[in-house]
Protein backbone atom coordinates (compact mmCIF):
# COMPACT_ATOMS: atom_id res chain seq x y z
CA UNK A 1 0.00 0.00 0.00
CA UNK A 2 2.86 2.49 1.17
CA UNK A 3 4.88 1.31 -1.90
CA UNK A 4 1.99 1.88 -4.17
CA UNK A 5 0.84 6.01 -2.62
CA UNK A 6 5.19 6.48 -3.39
CA UNK A 7 4.87 5.15 -6.67
CA UNK A 8 1.51 7.38 -7.23
CA UNK A 9 3.28 10.70 -5.92
CA UNK A 10 6.02 10.27 -7.44
CA UNK A 11 4.81 9.84 -10.80
CA UNK A 12 2.16 12.81 -9.81
CA UNK A 13 4.94 14.91 -8.62
CA UNK A 14 6.76 13.74 -12.34
CA UNK A 15 3.84 15.20 -14.58
CA UNK A 16 3.75 18.12 -12.27
CA UNK A 17 7.14 19.08 -12.06
CA UNK A 18 7.94 18.01 -16.13
CA UNK A 19 4.34 20.10 -16.75
CA UNK A 20 5.34 23.22 -14.81
CA UNK A 21 8.88 23.38 -16.66
CA UNK A 22 7.46 23.24 -19.92
CA UNK A 23 4.89 26.00 -19.46
CA UNK A 24 7.10 27.84 -17.05
CA UNK A 25 10.70 27.61 -17.52
CA UNK A 26 11.82 27.33 -21.55
CA UNK A 27 15.02 28.14 -23.27
CA UNK A 28 15.21 31.03 -24.80
CA UNK A 29 17.59 30.75 -28.45
CA UNK A 30 18.58 34.66 -28.61
CA UNK A 31 20.16 35.47 -32.11
CA UNK A 32 21.80 39.05 -31.13
CA UNK A 33 24.85 41.39 -31.58
CA UNK A 34 27.49 41.10 -28.87
CA UNK A 35 27.35 43.56 -25.84
CA UNK A 36 23.33 43.71 -26.61
CA UNK A 37 23.16 40.23 -23.87
CA UNK A 38 25.45 40.72 -21.24
CA UNK A 39 26.48 38.02 -18.76
CA UNK A 40 25.15 40.00 -15.84
CA UNK A 41 21.45 40.62 -17.13
CA UNK A 42 21.13 37.42 -18.51
CA UNK A 43 22.31 35.68 -15.05
CA UNK A 44 19.51 38.24 -13.68
CA UNK A 45 16.36 37.50 -16.30
CA UNK A 46 17.06 33.44 -15.57
CA UNK A 47 17.34 34.11 -11.60
CA UNK A 48 13.99 35.80 -11.76
CA UNK A 49 12.07 34.26 -14.45
CA UNK A 50 13.46 30.56 -14.31
CA UNK A 51 14.15 30.83 -18.11
CA UNK A 52 17.42 30.10 -19.21
CA UNK A 53 19.00 31.89 -22.18
CA UNK A 54 21.54 30.61 -24.47
CA UNK A 55 23.18 33.79 -26.83
CA UNK A 56 24.33 33.43 -30.34
CA UNK A 57 26.17 36.26 -31.51
CA UNK A 58 25.84 37.71 -34.79
CA UNK A 59 25.04 40.58 -37.43
CA UNK A 60 22.17 41.72 -39.96
CA UNK A 61 23.13 39.60 -42.59
CA UNK A 62 23.79 36.31 -40.95
CA UNK A 63 20.95 36.84 -38.86
CA UNK A 64 18.66 36.52 -42.12
CA UNK A 65 20.95 34.13 -43.71
CA UNK A 66 20.56 31.66 -41.10
CA UNK A 67 17.05 32.35 -40.71
CA UNK A 68 16.51 32.23 -43.93
CA UNK A 69 18.14 28.53 -43.69
CA UNK A 70 15.72 27.22 -41.82
CA UNK A 71 12.82 29.55 -42.36
CA UNK A 72 12.79 30.94 -39.41
CA UNK A 73 13.36 28.18 -37.13
CA UNK A 74 16.88 27.48 -34.61
CA UNK A 75 16.02 30.64 -32.58
CA UNK A 76 13.07 32.53 -30.39
CA UNK A 77 14.07 36.16 -30.31
CA UNK A 78 16.65 38.05 -32.90
CA UNK A 79 17.36 41.31 -33.24
CA UNK A 80 17.72 42.65 -36.55
CA UNK A 81 18.11 46.38 -37.53
CA UNK A 82 14.12 47.49 -38.46
CA UNK A 83 15.26 48.42 -41.80
CA UNK A 84 15.97 44.45 -42.68
CA UNK A 85 12.11 43.71 -41.87
CA UNK A 86 9.57 44.35 -43.89
CA UNK A 87 11.78 43.43 -47.25
CA UNK A 88 13.22 39.84 -45.86
CA UNK A 89 9.76 38.96 -44.42
CA UNK A 90 7.85 39.50 -47.75
CA UNK A 91 10.68 37.43 -49.54
CA UNK A 92 11.12 34.61 -47.40
CA UNK A 93 8.62 34.71 -44.48
CA UNK A 94 11.23 34.12 -41.41
CA UNK A 95 9.30 36.11 -38.81
CA UNK A 96 6.00 36.10 -36.84
CA UNK A 97 3.86 38.85 -36.02
CA UNK A 98 4.30 40.63 -32.63
CA UNK A 99 1.34 40.58 -30.19
CA UNK A 100 1.83 43.90 -28.94
CA UNK A 101 -0.58 43.26 -26.26
CA UNK A 102 2.21 41.49 -24.44
CA UNK A 103 4.47 44.05 -24.95
CA UNK A 104 4.29 46.41 -21.81
CA UNK A 105 4.20 49.74 -24.07
CA UNK A 106 5.54 52.24 -20.83
CA UNK A 107 8.78 51.41 -21.10
CA UNK A 108 9.16 52.14 -24.44
CA UNK A 109 10.02 56.12 -25.62
CA UNK A 110 6.95 56.50 -27.48
CA UNK A 111 7.88 58.52 -30.35
CA UNK A 112 11.10 55.38 -31.22
CA UNK A 113 8.08 52.96 -31.21
CA UNK A 114 6.05 54.19 -33.41
CA UNK A 115 8.66 55.07 -36.07
CA UNK A 116 9.97 51.18 -35.70
CA UNK A 117 6.10 50.19 -35.74
CA UNK A 118 5.49 51.92 -38.94
CA UNK A 119 9.00 50.62 -40.42
CA UNK A 120 8.13 47.08 -39.49
CA UNK A 121 5.22 46.34 -40.74
CA UNK A 122 3.78 44.24 -43.59
CA UNK A 123 -0.13 43.88 -44.60
CA UNK A 124 -2.08 44.83 -40.99
CA UNK A 125 0.88 43.03 -38.57
CA UNK A 126 3.48 44.57 -36.78
CA UNK A 127 7.05 42.54 -36.92
CA UNK A 128 9.63 44.56 -34.48
CA UNK A 129 9.98 46.43 -31.63
CA UNK A 130 12.74 48.78 -31.43
CA UNK A 131 15.74 47.78 -28.85
CA UNK A 132 19.10 49.27 -29.06
CA UNK A 133 19.90 52.41 -31.63
CA UNK A 134 23.20 53.97 -32.88
CA UNK A 135 24.43 55.74 -35.76
CA UNK A 136 27.49 54.85 -37.73
CA UNK A 137 29.70 57.91 -39.32
CA UNK A 138 33.28 59.06 -39.29
CA UNK A 139 35.88 57.60 -36.78
CA UNK A 140 38.92 59.68 -36.40
CA UNK A 141 42.59 60.38 -35.40
CA UNK A 142 41.76 63.83 -34.66
CA UNK A 143 45.59 65.10 -34.56
CA UNK A 144 46.01 63.63 -37.86
CA UNK A 145 42.93 63.71 -40.05
CA UNK A 146 41.10 66.63 -38.96
CA UNK A 147 40.30 68.03 -42.10
CA UNK A 148 38.02 65.19 -42.42
CA UNK A 149 34.68 66.21 -42.24
CA UNK A 150 32.30 64.40 -44.34
CA UNK A 151 32.24 61.10 -46.37
CA UNK A 152 34.15 62.03 -49.30
CA UNK A 153 36.99 63.28 -47.84
CA UNK A 154 37.97 59.73 -46.77
CA UNK A 155 39.49 60.46 -50.58
CA UNK A 156 41.60 63.08 -49.78
CA UNK A 157 45.11 63.11 -50.24
CA UNK A 158 46.00 63.85 -47.08
CA UNK A 159 44.87 61.04 -45.42
CA UNK A 160 45.66 58.65 -48.69
CA UNK A 161 46.68 55.43 -47.76
CA UNK A 162 45.51 55.73 -43.72
CA UNK A 163 41.76 55.03 -44.31
CA UNK A 164 39.85 52.16 -43.96
CA UNK A 165 36.05 51.40 -44.31
CA UNK A 166 33.64 48.49 -44.61
CA UNK A 167 33.12 47.20 -48.68
CA UNK A 168 28.89 47.35 -47.30
CA UNK A 169 26.09 49.02 -48.21
CA UNK A 170 26.40 51.86 -45.41
CA UNK A 171 29.13 52.71 -47.33
CA UNK A 172 27.17 53.27 -50.62
CA UNK A 173 24.97 55.32 -48.54
CA UNK A 174 27.35 57.10 -46.82
CA UNK A 175 29.45 58.16 -49.65
CA UNK A 176 25.79 58.97 -52.04
CA UNK A 177 24.54 61.48 -49.27
CA UNK A 178 28.28 62.73 -49.15
CA UNK A 179 28.17 63.60 -53.18
CA UNK A 180 24.68 65.20 -52.48
CA UNK A 181 22.40 62.56 -53.51
CA UNK A 182 19.49 61.06 -51.98
CA UNK A 183 19.91 57.51 -51.94
CA UNK A 184 17.19 56.50 -49.58
CA UNK A 185 14.59 58.83 -51.46
CA UNK A 186 15.43 56.56 -54.87
CA UNK A 187 14.76 53.21 -52.39
CA UNK A 188 11.30 52.11 -54.62
CA UNK A 189 12.68 53.21 -57.65
CA UNK A 190 15.19 50.99 -59.23
CA UNK A 191 16.49 52.12 -62.38
CA UNK A 192 17.26 55.86 -60.29
CA UNK A 193 18.87 53.61 -57.28
CA UNK A 194 20.90 52.61 -60.01
CA UNK A 195 22.04 55.36 -61.45
CA UNK A 196 23.06 56.89 -57.70
CA UNK A 197 25.16 53.11 -57.61
CA UNK A 198 26.74 53.87 -60.54
CA UNK A 199 27.67 57.34 -59.68
CA UNK A 200 28.89 56.28 -55.94
CA UNK A 201 30.47 53.29 -57.59
CA UNK A 202 32.87 55.45 -59.89
CA UNK A 203 33.73 57.28 -57.14
CA UNK A 204 34.78 54.65 -54.41
CA UNK A 205 37.22 53.43 -57.59
CA UNK A 206 38.42 56.54 -57.68
CA UNK A 207 39.01 56.37 -54.05
CA UNK A 208 40.57 52.41 -53.66
CA UNK A 209 44.39 53.47 -54.11
CA UNK A 210 44.25 55.14 -50.69
CA UNK A 211 42.65 52.87 -49.00
CA UNK A 212 44.68 50.64 -46.73
CA UNK A 213 42.08 48.24 -46.38
CA UNK A 214 38.25 47.13 -46.36
CA UNK A 215 37.58 46.37 -42.93
CA UNK A 216 35.78 43.52 -42.01
CA UNK A 217 34.88 42.99 -38.11
CA UNK A 218 34.94 45.92 -35.68
CA UNK A 219 38.14 44.01 -33.76
CA UNK A 220 40.35 44.26 -36.79
CA UNK A 221 39.20 48.08 -37.43
CA UNK A 222 40.41 48.80 -33.70
CA UNK A 223 43.56 47.32 -34.19
CA UNK A 224 44.25 49.52 -37.08
CA UNK A 225 43.28 52.63 -35.66
CA UNK A 226 44.88 51.85 -32.22
CA UNK A 227 48.47 50.79 -34.13
CA UNK A 228 48.20 54.24 -35.69
CA UNK A 229 48.07 52.44 -39.44
CA UNK A 230 44.62 54.43 -40.30
CA UNK A 231 43.73 58.23 -38.67
CA UNK A 232 40.05 58.08 -40.30
CA UNK A 233 37.84 55.33 -41.10
CA UNK A 234 34.07 54.70 -41.17
CA UNK A 235 33.04 52.92 -37.93
CA UNK A 236 30.24 53.02 -35.81
CA UNK A 237 29.70 55.53 -32.99
CA UNK A 238 30.55 52.99 -30.27
CA UNK A 239 34.00 52.32 -32.10
CA UNK A 240 34.96 55.43 -31.90
CA UNK A 241 33.97 56.20 -27.87
CA UNK A 242 35.47 53.35 -26.86
CA UNK A 243 38.86 54.20 -28.70
CA UNK A 244 38.72 57.82 -27.09
CA UNK A 245 39.39 55.81 -23.80
CA UNK A 246 42.39 54.99 -24.74
CA UNK A 247 43.77 57.69 -27.13
CA UNK A 248 42.07 60.73 -26.30
CA UNK A 249 42.47 61.97 -29.97
CA UNK A 250 40.01 59.52 -31.79
CA UNK A 251 36.66 60.15 -31.50
CA UNK A 252 33.51 59.55 -33.38
CA UNK A 253 32.72 62.33 -35.72
CA UNK A 254 29.12 63.22 -37.10
CA UNK A 255 29.93 63.60 -41.22
CA UNK A 256 28.55 66.82 -42.52
CA UNK A 257 26.24 64.94 -44.85
CA UNK A 258 24.75 63.42 -41.53
CA UNK A 259 25.45 60.36 -39.68
CA UNK A 260 23.30 57.09 -40.83
CA UNK A 261 20.59 56.45 -37.97
CA UNK A 262 19.96 52.58 -37.18
CA UNK A 263 17.98 51.12 -34.89
CA UNK A 264 18.19 47.15 -33.47
CA UNK A 265 14.61 45.70 -32.79
CA UNK A 266 13.33 42.32 -31.10
CA UNK A 267 11.44 40.17 -34.17
CA UNK A 268 10.15 36.77 -33.38
CA UNK A 269 11.75 34.20 -36.02
CA UNK A 270 8.63 32.08 -37.94
CA UNK A 271 9.66 28.93 -35.91
CA UNK A 272 10.03 30.23 -32.74
CA UNK A 273 9.42 28.00 -29.83
CA UNK A 274 9.34 29.74 -26.80
CA UNK A 275 7.64 33.20 -27.18
CA UNK A 276 6.50 33.73 -23.94
CA UNK A 277 10.16 33.45 -22.99
CA UNK A 278 10.85 36.05 -25.88
CA UNK A 279 7.85 38.74 -24.66
CA UNK A 280 9.66 38.33 -21.21
CA UNK A 281 13.03 39.33 -21.92
CA UNK A 282 12.05 41.86 -24.36
CA UNK A 283 10.00 43.44 -21.00
CA UNK A 284 12.78 42.30 -18.95
CA UNK A 285 15.62 44.40 -20.68
CA UNK A 286 13.92 47.44 -21.68
CA UNK A 287 13.46 48.21 -17.57
CA UNK A 288 15.49 51.36 -17.11
CA UNK A 289 17.91 49.94 -14.47
CA UNK A 290 18.74 46.90 -17.11
CA UNK A 291 18.38 49.21 -20.34
CA UNK A 292 21.29 50.89 -18.70
CA UNK A 293 23.20 47.81 -18.02
CA UNK A 294 23.01 47.12 -22.12
CA UNK A 295 24.34 50.28 -22.97
CA UNK A 296 26.80 50.06 -20.44
CA UNK A 297 28.17 47.18 -22.42
CA UNK A 298 27.14 47.68 -25.89
CA UNK A 299 28.17 51.14 -25.70
CA UNK A 300 24.70 51.88 -27.65
CA UNK A 301 21.52 53.80 -26.38
CA UNK A 302 18.51 51.75 -25.92
CA UNK A 303 14.68 52.73 -27.14
CA UNK A 304 13.65 52.25 -23.00
CA UNK A 305 12.25 55.19 -21.23
CA UNK A 306 13.83 56.70 -18.65
CA UNK A 307 17.09 54.52 -19.10
CA UNK A 308 19.07 57.83 -19.92
CA UNK A 309 19.35 59.01 -15.64
CA UNK A 310 20.91 55.13 -15.32
CA UNK A 311 23.38 55.83 -17.97
CA UNK A 312 27.46 56.69 -17.44
CA UNK A 313 28.06 60.05 -17.12
CA UNK A 314 31.34 59.72 -19.19
CA UNK A 315 29.40 58.16 -22.05
CA UNK A 316 26.62 60.71 -22.17
CA UNK A 317 29.51 63.19 -22.58
CA UNK A 318 30.81 61.81 -25.25
CA UNK A 319 27.82 62.09 -26.92
CA UNK A 320 26.84 65.00 -26.64
CA UNK A 321 30.45 65.91 -27.81
CA UNK A 322 30.06 63.76 -31.15
CA UNK A 323 26.43 65.14 -31.45
CA UNK A 324 25.83 68.76 -31.37
CA UNK A 325 21.94 69.51 -32.01
CA UNK A 326 22.23 70.07 -35.47
CA UNK A 327 24.11 66.73 -35.93
CA UNK A 328 21.13 65.10 -34.38
CA UNK A 329 18.60 66.76 -36.62
CA UNK A 330 20.68 65.59 -39.70
CA UNK A 331 21.16 61.78 -39.25
CA UNK A 332 19.31 59.98 -41.90
CA UNK A 333 17.39 56.95 -39.71
CA UNK A 334 17.82 54.33 -42.68
CA UNK A 335 13.89 53.43 -44.09
CA UNK A 336 13.29 49.87 -44.83
CA UNK A 337 15.25 48.06 -47.41
CA UNK A 338 13.15 46.74 -50.39
CA UNK A 339 13.51 43.05 -51.33
CA UNK A 340 16.10 43.12 -54.41
CA UNK A 341 17.91 46.32 -53.24
CA UNK A 342 21.34 44.04 -52.07
CA UNK A 343 21.37 42.41 -55.77
CA UNK A 344 22.01 46.09 -57.19
CA UNK A 345 24.24 47.09 -54.12
CA UNK A 346 26.57 43.28 -54.69
CA UNK A 347 27.08 44.07 -58.14
CA UNK A 348 28.45 47.40 -57.29
CA UNK A 349 30.66 46.45 -54.20
CA UNK A 350 31.70 43.15 -56.66
CA UNK A 351 32.94 45.53 -58.90
CA UNK A 352 34.89 48.43 -56.31
CA UNK A 353 36.77 45.34 -55.09
CA UNK A 354 37.78 43.49 -58.22
CA UNK A 355 39.19 47.48 -59.55
CA UNK A 356 42.94 47.77 -59.68
CA UNK B 1 27.13 -18.65 -43.31
CA UNK B 2 26.83 -16.87 -46.90
CA UNK B 3 23.70 -14.42 -45.55
CA UNK B 4 25.64 -13.56 -42.43
CA UNK B 5 28.73 -12.67 -44.80
CA UNK B 6 26.42 -10.53 -47.16
CA UNK B 7 24.65 -8.69 -43.52
CA UNK B 8 28.23 -7.80 -42.80
CA UNK B 9 29.43 -6.63 -45.79
CA UNK B 10 26.03 -4.25 -45.57
CA UNK B 11 26.79 -3.48 -42.66
CA UNK B 12 30.03 -2.25 -43.52
CA UNK B 13 29.29 -0.22 -46.48
CA UNK B 14 25.85 1.30 -44.85
CA UNK B 15 28.44 4.27 -43.38
CA UNK B 16 30.02 4.96 -46.58
CA UNK B 17 26.61 4.94 -48.39
CA UNK B 18 24.96 7.23 -45.76
CA UNK B 19 28.01 9.42 -45.57
CA UNK B 20 28.05 9.99 -49.93
CA UNK B 21 24.63 10.38 -50.07
CA UNK B 22 23.17 12.58 -47.09
CA UNK B 23 26.18 14.73 -46.88
CA UNK B 24 27.77 14.97 -50.43
CA UNK B 25 24.95 13.85 -52.74
CA UNK B 26 21.65 15.07 -51.51
CA UNK B 27 23.07 18.59 -50.73
CA UNK B 28 24.76 18.79 -54.00
CA UNK B 29 21.67 17.77 -55.61
CA UNK B 30 19.60 20.68 -53.84
CA UNK B 31 21.93 23.21 -54.45
CA UNK B 32 22.21 22.24 -58.11
CA UNK B 33 18.24 23.02 -57.77
CA UNK B 34 18.68 26.01 -55.73
CA UNK B 35 21.40 27.04 -58.40
CA UNK B 36 18.36 27.03 -61.70
CA UNK B 37 15.91 29.09 -59.80
CA UNK B 38 15.73 32.28 -61.17
CA UNK B 39 13.99 35.34 -58.94
CA UNK B 40 11.68 37.63 -60.83
CA UNK B 41 9.13 38.86 -57.99
CA UNK B 42 8.91 39.16 -54.37
CA UNK B 43 9.24 35.48 -53.27
CA UNK B 44 8.47 34.50 -57.30
CA UNK B 45 10.76 31.91 -59.12
CA UNK B 46 11.29 30.53 -62.26
CA UNK B 47 13.62 27.53 -63.44
CA UNK B 48 15.95 29.30 -65.53
CA UNK B 49 20.28 28.93 -66.69
CA UNK B 50 20.15 32.92 -65.56
CA UNK B 51 22.40 32.67 -62.61
CA UNK B 52 24.67 30.61 -64.96
CA UNK B 53 24.26 33.05 -67.80
CA UNK B 54 25.50 35.81 -64.94
CA UNK B 55 28.61 33.91 -64.70
CA UNK B 56 29.29 34.07 -68.19
CA UNK B 57 28.17 37.27 -69.19
CA UNK B 58 30.02 39.68 -66.36
CA UNK B 59 33.40 39.41 -66.99
CA UNK B 60 34.45 40.09 -63.27
CA UNK B 61 32.85 36.86 -62.16
CA UNK B 62 34.63 34.94 -64.81
CA UNK B 63 38.21 37.36 -64.41
CA UNK B 64 38.24 36.16 -60.46
CA UNK B 65 38.14 32.81 -61.09
CA UNK B 66 40.53 32.74 -63.83
CA UNK B 67 42.63 35.13 -61.18
CA UNK B 68 41.90 32.38 -58.30
CA UNK B 69 42.68 29.30 -60.55
CA UNK B 70 46.27 30.78 -61.67
CA UNK B 71 47.15 32.27 -57.99
CA UNK B 72 46.24 28.52 -56.67
CA UNK B 73 48.76 27.10 -59.79
CA UNK B 74 51.26 29.10 -58.48
CA UNK B 75 50.95 28.53 -54.57
CA UNK B 76 50.83 24.79 -55.85
CA UNK B 77 54.69 24.71 -57.64
CA UNK B 78 56.01 27.14 -54.74
CA UNK B 79 54.86 24.62 -52.65
CA UNK B 80 56.31 21.95 -54.41
CA UNK B 81 59.78 23.40 -55.39
CA UNK B 82 59.74 24.49 -51.15
CA UNK B 83 58.70 21.42 -50.01
CA UNK B 84 60.47 18.61 -52.69
CA UNK B 85 63.87 19.38 -51.05
CA UNK B 86 62.15 19.50 -47.62
CA UNK B 87 60.85 15.87 -47.83
CA UNK B 88 64.03 14.48 -49.50
CA UNK B 89 66.34 15.39 -46.64
CA UNK B 90 63.47 14.19 -43.76
CA UNK B 91 62.72 11.17 -46.05
CA UNK B 92 66.37 9.75 -47.39
CA UNK B 93 69.25 12.15 -45.83
CA UNK B 94 68.99 11.30 -41.80
CA UNK B 95 67.83 8.31 -39.88
CA UNK B 96 66.32 7.65 -36.98
CA UNK B 97 64.71 10.50 -33.89
CA UNK B 98 66.08 13.47 -36.10
CA UNK B 99 63.82 12.28 -39.19
CA UNK B 100 60.41 12.23 -36.69
CA UNK B 101 62.03 14.98 -35.01
CA UNK B 102 61.88 16.54 -38.50
CA UNK B 103 58.44 15.35 -39.52
CA UNK B 104 56.53 16.63 -36.38
CA UNK B 105 58.27 20.04 -36.47
CA UNK B 106 56.37 20.00 -39.99
CA UNK B 107 52.94 19.16 -38.16
CA UNK B 108 53.31 21.69 -34.95
CA UNK B 109 52.04 24.65 -36.67
CA UNK B 110 49.05 22.47 -37.83
CA UNK B 111 48.43 22.42 -34.31
CA UNK B 112 47.07 25.82 -33.97
CA UNK B 113 43.59 26.48 -36.04
CA UNK B 114 44.42 28.33 -39.38
CA UNK B 115 42.72 31.38 -38.25
CA UNK B 116 45.55 32.15 -35.57
CA UNK B 117 48.72 30.94 -38.15
CA UNK B 118 46.91 33.56 -40.83
CA UNK B 119 46.57 36.16 -37.16
CA UNK B 120 50.33 35.27 -36.97
CA UNK B 121 51.36 36.39 -41.05
CA UNK B 122 49.18 39.48 -40.07
CA UNK B 123 51.34 40.46 -36.79
CA UNK B 124 54.59 39.29 -38.95
CA UNK B 125 54.20 41.90 -42.45
CA UNK B 126 51.79 44.95 -40.99
CA UNK B 127 53.00 48.18 -41.00
CA UNK B 128 53.86 48.51 -37.48
CA UNK B 129 54.52 44.75 -37.31
CA UNK B 130 57.80 42.71 -37.03
CA UNK B 131 59.30 42.42 -40.07
CA UNK B 132 58.83 46.41 -40.70
CA UNK B 133 60.09 47.35 -37.07
CA UNK B 134 63.44 45.03 -37.83
CA UNK B 135 64.12 46.42 -41.48
CA UNK B 136 63.99 50.19 -39.64
CA UNK B 137 65.92 48.96 -36.92
CA UNK B 138 69.07 48.16 -39.42
CA UNK B 139 68.42 51.10 -41.22
CA UNK B 140 67.68 49.06 -44.59
CA UNK B 141 63.93 51.06 -44.92
CA UNK B 142 63.37 54.70 -44.03
CA UNK B 143 60.08 54.54 -42.83
CA UNK B 144 57.47 51.76 -41.77
CA UNK B 145 56.64 49.28 -44.94
CA UNK B 146 53.10 47.87 -45.59
CA UNK B 147 53.92 44.21 -46.51
CA UNK B 148 49.85 42.82 -45.61
CA UNK B 149 46.92 43.71 -48.41
CA UNK B 150 48.80 42.34 -51.44
CA UNK B 151 48.92 39.41 -54.04
CA UNK B 152 52.35 38.43 -52.47
CA UNK B 153 51.21 38.36 -48.67
CA UNK B 154 47.74 35.88 -49.64
CA UNK B 155 50.65 33.80 -51.79
CA UNK B 156 52.35 33.48 -48.74
CA UNK B 157 49.78 32.26 -46.40
CA UNK B 158 48.80 29.95 -48.86
CA UNK B 159 51.98 28.48 -49.12
CA UNK B 160 52.54 28.58 -45.62
CA UNK B 161 48.92 26.83 -44.94
CA UNK B 162 49.09 23.80 -47.57
CA UNK B 163 53.14 22.80 -46.85
CA UNK B 164 52.05 19.60 -44.42
CA UNK B 165 50.09 18.61 -47.90
CA UNK B 166 52.62 18.03 -49.85
CA UNK B 167 55.55 16.93 -47.50
CA UNK B 168 53.40 14.48 -45.78
CA UNK B 169 52.80 12.58 -49.66
CA UNK B 170 56.25 13.37 -50.91
CA UNK B 171 58.40 12.13 -47.64
CA UNK B 172 56.26 8.83 -47.87
CA UNK B 173 56.91 7.99 -51.69
CA UNK B 174 60.71 8.91 -51.28
CA UNK B 175 60.70 6.78 -48.00
CA UNK B 176 59.87 3.79 -50.13
CA UNK B 177 62.55 4.03 -53.06
CA UNK B 178 65.38 2.04 -51.77
CA UNK B 179 68.68 3.67 -51.10
CA UNK B 180 70.40 1.24 -53.39
CA UNK B 181 68.98 2.25 -56.56
CA UNK B 182 69.76 5.56 -55.94
CA UNK B 183 73.24 3.88 -55.28
CA UNK B 184 73.52 2.16 -58.04
CA UNK B 185 72.57 5.21 -60.43
CA UNK B 186 75.86 7.06 -59.07
CA UNK B 187 77.81 3.62 -60.20
CA UNK B 188 76.36 3.75 -63.18
CA UNK B 189 77.52 7.18 -64.03
CA UNK B 190 74.82 9.24 -63.42
CA UNK B 191 75.27 12.56 -62.20
CA UNK B 192 73.05 14.60 -59.12
CA UNK B 193 70.60 15.96 -61.65
CA UNK B 194 70.59 13.16 -64.06
CA UNK B 195 69.75 11.03 -60.61
CA UNK B 196 67.30 13.53 -60.08
CA UNK B 197 65.62 13.17 -63.56
CA UNK B 198 65.67 9.90 -64.26
CA UNK B 199 65.38 7.94 -60.84
CA UNK B 200 63.59 10.09 -57.82
CA UNK B 201 61.35 12.19 -59.88
CA UNK B 202 59.83 9.23 -61.43
CA UNK B 203 59.45 7.63 -58.21
CA UNK B 204 58.03 10.58 -56.50
CA UNK B 205 55.53 11.15 -58.90
CA UNK B 206 52.43 9.42 -57.31
CA UNK B 207 53.40 11.62 -54.34
CA UNK B 208 54.04 14.68 -56.30
CA UNK B 209 50.44 14.35 -58.16
CA UNK B 210 48.58 13.78 -55.29
CA UNK B 211 50.55 16.61 -52.91
CA UNK B 212 49.84 18.77 -56.06
CA UNK B 213 45.81 18.11 -56.57
CA UNK B 214 45.69 18.19 -52.47
CA UNK B 215 47.09 21.62 -52.41
CA UNK B 216 45.58 23.32 -55.07
CA UNK B 217 42.11 22.52 -54.31
CA UNK B 218 43.04 23.27 -50.98
CA UNK B 219 43.86 26.78 -52.03
CA UNK B 220 41.38 27.34 -54.35
CA UNK B 221 38.84 26.88 -51.79
CA UNK B 222 40.57 28.71 -49.25
CA UNK B 223 38.70 31.53 -47.55
CA UNK B 224 40.25 32.83 -44.47
CA UNK B 225 43.70 33.16 -45.90
CA UNK B 226 43.14 35.65 -48.88
CA UNK B 227 40.34 37.23 -47.13
CA UNK B 228 41.97 38.51 -44.31
CA UNK B 229 45.95 38.87 -45.85
CA UNK B 230 44.77 40.34 -49.20
CA UNK B 231 42.70 42.86 -47.35
CA UNK B 232 41.49 45.32 -50.22
CA UNK B 233 43.01 43.29 -52.92
CA UNK B 234 41.93 40.39 -51.72
CA UNK B 235 39.27 39.02 -54.46
CA UNK B 236 38.92 35.13 -54.19
CA UNK B 237 36.16 33.09 -55.97
CA UNK B 238 35.00 32.14 -52.55
CA UNK B 239 34.61 35.11 -51.50
CA UNK B 240 32.49 36.09 -54.18
CA UNK B 241 30.17 32.89 -53.33
CA UNK B 242 30.10 34.13 -49.25
CA UNK B 243 29.24 37.19 -49.92
CA UNK B 244 26.37 36.01 -52.48
CA UNK B 245 25.10 33.75 -49.53
CA UNK B 246 24.58 35.92 -46.52
CA UNK B 247 25.74 39.38 -47.62
CA UNK B 248 22.94 39.47 -50.66
CA UNK B 249 20.70 36.73 -49.76
CA UNK B 250 21.21 36.33 -53.45
CA UNK B 251 21.70 32.04 -52.76
CA UNK B 252 20.57 31.26 -56.55
CA UNK B 253 23.73 32.49 -58.09
CA UNK B 254 25.88 31.61 -54.61
CA UNK B 255 24.63 28.24 -55.82
CA UNK B 256 25.38 29.07 -59.08
CA UNK B 257 28.74 30.08 -58.48
CA UNK B 258 29.40 26.85 -56.24
CA UNK B 259 28.55 24.51 -58.83
CA UNK B 260 31.09 26.31 -61.34
CA UNK B 261 33.77 26.22 -58.92
CA UNK B 262 33.27 22.51 -58.67
CA UNK B 263 32.97 21.76 -62.61
CA UNK B 264 36.22 24.28 -63.69
CA UNK B 265 38.35 22.83 -60.63
CA UNK B 266 37.67 19.47 -61.50
CA UNK B 267 38.28 20.30 -65.10
CA UNK B 268 41.63 22.06 -64.13
CA UNK B 269 42.81 18.87 -62.71
CA UNK B 270 41.86 17.03 -65.27
CA UNK B 271 43.30 18.78 -67.32
CA UNK B 272 46.80 18.72 -65.41
CA UNK B 273 46.84 14.66 -65.21
CA UNK B 274 46.40 14.64 -68.82
CA UNK B 275 48.87 17.12 -69.70
CA UNK B 276 51.84 15.44 -67.17
CA UNK B 277 50.58 11.92 -68.57
CA UNK B 278 49.26 11.00 -65.02
CA UNK B 279 46.28 9.04 -64.34
CA UNK B 280 44.05 8.91 -60.87
CA UNK B 281 44.72 4.82 -60.81
CA UNK B 282 48.13 5.39 -60.58
CA UNK B 283 48.68 8.27 -58.26
CA UNK B 284 46.28 6.46 -55.83
CA UNK B 285 47.57 2.55 -56.55
Known amino acids: MTKQSLALSTAVSVVLIGGVSAANADTLRLLTWGGYAPEEVVAKFEAETGHTVQVTKSNNEEMIAKLRATGGGGFDLAQPSQDRIAGPQEEFGIYKPMDMSKINMDLFIPSMMEATKGNTTVGADVYGVPHVWGTSGLVLDTANAAMVKDYTDLCSDDVAGKVSYRLKRPTLIGFAFSMGLDPFAAYGDEAAYTEIMSQVEAKLIECKPGVKTYWGGGDELMGLLRSGEVVASMAWDTGGWKLNEDNADITFVAPAAGALGWVDTFVLPAKGKADDAAYAWINFVMQPEIAAMITEAAGNFTASQGADEFAAADLKAKYQASFPQEAIDNIKWYPPVPAGLEAIEGGVLDRVKAAN | ?285
Not at chain 2, 62 to 82: E, H, K, P
Not at chain 2, 167 to 188: C, F, K, Q
Not at chain 2, 265 to 279: D, E, N, P
Open chain 2, 1 to 285: MRTEAKLGFALLLTPLLLWLSLLIFVPHVDIFLVSLRERIGVGQYQTSLANYLTFFQEPLYLWTFLRTAVMSSVATLITLVIAFPVSYYIAKMIKGRAQSALFLLCLVPFWVSELVRTFGWMILLRETGVFSNVLQYLGLVDGPVEMLYNDGAIMVGLVYTSMLFMVVPLVTTLESLPDEIIEAGYDLGGNGISVLREIIIPHAMPGIVSGCIVVFMLSLGNYLTPTMLGGKESLWFTELIYSQFIVRFNWELGAAFGFMLLILSSAIVWGMLKLTGQSLEKTMG
